[in-house]
């Protein structure tokens, strides 16, 4: 059956879920208060780098199941179900911020007329979704005939459209059996491919996703750790990795060291998951929190620290060139990025930072130039750092580069050069936890 489905906020997440689901088949309108971003996605076209995401854009806008407004009347008592897909940024002391929701529900709400679904897929703290429906009921005309569900999403960038089209697991946090039916039948093609479905209460699918995420950053964090130990005791920690990953208890993936995580969801929702359980009096999983963050943390300020001491116990005045900007491969994303934590930490030790990134493009900032190839980033070197992991960076030549820096040293911050091609080449390169590379 073909739903009315809108989805306010076009962001990342908002923009790949309007059109995975009219994908699935629906009738959808996106919903945004950016003007510019609006016209862009009518076009057809994305305002971000997402692997597969500006053709499904293109086809669903020009077969006329997918338009974009700024005006939420035209979505108001026409959707069968409106999807929330805000951000969720870090507020003081590291709370979400839950603005955005909260000013595009007092928006609808006195649009809404008639029986209406809700369904938020924002990361959020557990009993949100029970506020805004306590929100939406106070000021809409159409009172307690709206309900609020929860329908996290799991999306990684890079990879969100094939997460979106085929997920690995769908959650559907309802309190009435109208609702579980009407998601169940927005989301019929996935389900009939026999996608795991979990039906829980509203709270339980709120805290799946602080779950999950907190548990990935431990992953990272635990084997950046052991990382460190290799350092110190002369081991290897991708052998480690190896080894431990066959465990089918623990599993390989994640269990890559180097730089740490980043980006804008997996660092400030753990921030929120931590601040919430101060708040509630949980306070062995707030001090653990705490500590996956400083672990995340230590990993930037070590490679800093490491491509100091490469330079001679020094950056100032010297050229440090940085292969990547985004967080990670596959996105233009410079959320919290643990490359740019790296190259600010040197230039305020005095370096001239050179970056080169396929995708990112920088909003000038002191201390970065940000220049077009890795020829240009390279040339003069002191240092070259690799930081972001794009699979060009893996097929360079490293004896063509070697003529263009001052010394060759490469420090590989994710672990992912083929170390005896760049050592062959006469370059010293260095990764973090494999002692026989310092």
């Known amino acids: 059956m073909t739903l009315q489905v809108s989805v306010i906020g076009t962001n990342y997440l908002g923009a790949t879920h309007a059109a995975g689901l009219a994908e699935f088949g629906h009738q959808v309108i996106g919903v945004d208060i950016d003007v510019d971003r609006v016209k862009t996605l009518n076009a057809g076209q994305s305002h971000i ?121 769908l959650v559907f946090g309802t309190h009435s059996r109208h609702a579980l039916e009407l998601l169940e039948e927005i989301y019929a093609i996935p ?96 001090d653990f929190i705490r500590s996956v963050e400083a672990i995340n943390a ?26 990547g900007a985004a967080f990670k491969p596959g996105t233009d994303d410079t959320r919290n990025s643990p490359a740019l934590t790296v190259a600010d930490q040197l230039h305020a030790a005095g370096a001239d930072v050179r970056i080169y990134d396929p995708q990112a493009r920088l909003a000038p900032r002191e201390g970065f130039t940000q220049v077009a190839s890795v020829e240009q980033a390279l040339l003069g070197a002191e240092v070259v750092l690799h930081l972001t992991e794009w699979p060009e960076f893996r097929q360079l030549d490293p004896e063509r580069l070697g003529d263009l820096v001052r010394s060759r040293v490469i420090i590989d911050g994710r672990l992912k050069l083929h170390a005896p091609t760049w050592r062959n080449a006469g370059w010293k390169l260095v990764q973090i936890g494999r002692a026989n590379s310092l």
């Not at 997918?66 to 969720?88: P, Q």
């Open 49 to 169: 780098f997402e692997v597969g995401l500006e053709p499904l854009l293109e086809r669903h806008t020009a077969s006329g199941r997918l338009r974009f407004t700024t005006d939420y009347a035209e979505i108001a008592d026409w959707a069968d179900v409106h999807f929330l897909a805000l951000g969720t940024p870090s507020g003081p002391g590291g709370a979400a911020d839950l603005s955005q929701l909260y000013a595009a529900v007092d928006t609808l709400a006195p649009l809404l007329t008639k029986p209406t679904l809700v369904v938020g897929k924002s990361t959020v703290p557990v009993g949100t979704a029970m506020a805004l429906e306590e929100r939406l009921r106070s000021s809409s005309p159409a009172g307690n005939a709206i309900e609020v569900a929860w329908n996290p999403e799991f999306l990684r960038e890079a990879y969100a459209v094939e997460g979106t089209l085929r997920p690995d697991r």
């Open 191 to 286: 389900i009939t491919d026999r996608v795991p479905v979990i039906r829980c209460d509203i709270a339980t699918s709120e805290l799946i996703k602080a779950a999950a995420n907190a548990f990935l950053a431990t992953k990272i964090s635990f084997i950046n750790a052991m990382a460190q130990m290799c350092q110190a005791a002369g081991g290897d920690v991708v052998l480690l990795a190896d080894a431990i990953g066959y465990d089918e208890r623990i599993g390989r993936e994640f269990l890559n060291a180097g730089l740490g995580f980043g980006g804008g969801c997996l660092p400030k929702d753990i921030a929120a998951l931590a601040v919430q359980a101060e708040q509630l009096g949980v306070d062995v999983l707030s």
């Open 298 to 323: 230590g990993q930037r300020t070590e490679l800093a620290e490491l491509a100091i001491d490469q330079a001679g116990g020094s950056v100032a005045g010297k050229r440090i060139a940085v292969l």
